[in-house]
């Protein structure tokens, strides 16, 4: 599914915090479950161990999640006003010589909360979605979405959404 991020915003280049420039290039939809990574701050040690039981689906929130709808295409249609909510927004950025001198990760990384923020959330309410998560995705080059390049250096930071704020995820 594509967002309709055409006119301004498609080809529009951003001043990033760091100082970097980056261009959106593509932007991914897909509906998805409510299994979401912890966030970032959550302790190890408070997840649960053990290994996976089976007979729990894993496309299936767990059942101790009140809030969680018991079928996921149906909260993927119930939004508001006819707004698509629940699933996974991917927004695809190129930052020219990442990596290198001066744009290693540690370099870019207040810029993906900014662009959850900034970017990412007023596309989607502009266009009626309303996902669970977001991913913010740097990258040196445009590399197809679902293909390997070797060469391209790409940085990856996942967010939960929740009451209009971008939350890291531990990715």
């Known amino acids: 599914m594509a967002l309709g991020v055409g ?3 498609a080809a529009q280049e951003f001043q990033l915090p760091s100082g970097h420039a980056a261009t959106l290039f593509d932007v991914v939809l897909e509906e998805a479950g409510d299994v979401m990574a912890p966030d970032a701050g959550t302790d190890p040690e408070a997840l649960p161990e ?7 689906p894993l496309d299936q929130p767990p059942p101790d999640n009140p809030d969680a709808a018991e079928d996921p295409e149906a909260a993927a249609d119930a939004g508001e006003g006819g707004a698509a909510t629940g699933g996974l927004a991917r927004f695809r950025l190129v930052v020219p010589g990442l990596g290198g001198e001066g744009a290693a990760y540690e370099d870019v990384a207040q810029d993906f909360a900014w662009l959850c923020e900034s970017l990412a959330l007023p596309a989607l309410d502009a266009n009626g979605w309303s996902p669970t ?3 913010i995705a740097l990258s040196d080059r445009e590399v197809p979405f679902g293909e ?3 060469e391209a250096v790409q940085f990856f930071e996942g967010f939960r959404i929740a ?3 971008c939350i890291a995820q531990a990715f």
């Open 7 to 9: 006119g301004p915003l």
């Open 133 to 135: 998560e977001v991913v």
């Open 50 to 56: 053990g290994e996976l039981d089976e007979s729990e």
């Open 148 to 150: 390997a390049d070797p």
């Open 163 to 165: 009451d209009g704020a």
